[in-house]
């Protein structure tokens, strides 16, 4: 069974940052697209950002110049780098993987728990 597990979520001042980790663990052969989104209160899950398996990333505009998204294929994570924190970046995030649990399955999408981040002074 695969599991993904974020952390480093928490509290921090307008202008912090915050590193967030989603490590996946289980029956695991290849992971295609990871992914990053949030859910503010009383608002849709809205996508912050992805990269795929060759290294190509994309990014919310309102989070381009502030936030890295990368990966460690190695050690089936992938990292959310937030800098420079706005209130509005307050949210629960969650990390999202298609991967594959056998060379003969198609990838299929794997969801982690959430981490909490707050941006308050």
């Known amino acids: 069974q695969v599991q993904l597990v974020e952390s480093g979520g928490g509290l921090v001042q307008p202008g912090g940052s915050l590193r967030l980790p989603c490590a996946a663990s289980g029956s695991i052969y290849n992971i295609n697209t990871m992914v990053w989104s949030r859910q503010a209160p009383g608002k849709q899950r809205e996508l912050v950002a992805t990269?795929?398996?060759?290294?190509?990333?994309n990014y919310q505009e309102s989070v381009k110049g502030r936030f890295t998204i990368s990966r460690d294929n190695v050690k089936n994570t992938v990292y959310l780098q937030m800098n420079s924190l706005k209130p509005e970046d307050t949210a629960v995030y969650y990390c999202?993987?298609?991967?594959?649990?056998?060379?003969?399955?198609?990838?299929?999408?794997?969801w982690g728990q959430g981490t909490q981040v707050t941006v308050s002074s």
């Open positions: 990269i795929i398996s060759g290294g190509n990333t």
């Open positions: 999202n993987m298609n991967l594959q649990t056998s060379r003969w399955l198609p990838g299929r999408d794997y």
